[in-house]
């Protein structure tokens, strides 16, 4: 804080940076995220799966060709499944479009709220809490999003992210710091 030349008193000249994107000033941002995020999901999802389902048939077949003893890699597929998601979903909201297969797909992108392009622990995170908050409050997690303005789901507020409508992202007035 400090005091104004123009003697009005005190003004703030640092602290919290305004949201970049305002859903009453660029409504565009947001028309249909919440729709295009469901089938964005299901993309990913199948983007997810089929490694793991080839994975899964990897060892079967190797069980078989071994006589069983291939079967025991089974313990590892359930574990190597998981990091394949996370690993996914951090390069991916961590690469230079800042979005997963799925969300590039359905032309979604995913930002900070002070706009800055999401990286690779943000992805993560962003994955884990996704899903640690749909196996606890499974409907009430998109119930959220459809009463705020950015279409923000739970995991969203809690990482600060936002996920806006690619193709109709306005420039950001400010420039927006990604330390």
């Known amino acids: 804080m400090s005091y104004s030349d123009s003697g009005n008193g005190w003004r703030n000249d640092g602290g919290m940076q305004p ?22 999901f299901l993309i990913d999802l199948v983007v997810i799966s089929v490694p793991v389902i080839l994975g899964y048939l990897f060892i079967a077949v190797f069980g078989v060709v071994t006589l069983g003893l291939g079967w025991a ?13 996370i690993v996914y979903y951090g390069a991916c909201i961590g690469g ?4 997963t297969i799925g969300m590039r797909v359905m032309d ?8 800055a392009p999401g990286y690779f622990v943000l992805g993560a995170t962003h994955a884990v809490l996704f899903w640690v908050s749909v196996s606890f409050l499974s409907p009430f997690v ?13 995991h969203d507020f809690v990482l600060g992210t936002v996920v806006i409508n690619n193709s109709v992202r306005a ?6 710091r990604t330390y």
């Open 19 to 40: 949201h970049a994107y305002d859903p009453y000033l660029h409504p565009e941002l947001f028309r249909g995220v919440a729709t295009r995020r469901v089938f964005a």
């Open 73 to 85: 890699l089974f313990w590892l597929a359930w574990p190597a499944s998981v990091i394949w998601a």
């Open 96 to 99: 230079p479009s800042s979005a």
């Open 108 to 115: 979604l992108e995913l930002r900070t709220w002070y706009g």
């Open 142 to 154: 998109v119930l959220v999003g459809l009463f705020n303005g950015r279409r923000r789901l739970l």
């Open 171 to 176: 420039p950001i007035s400010h420039a927006a």
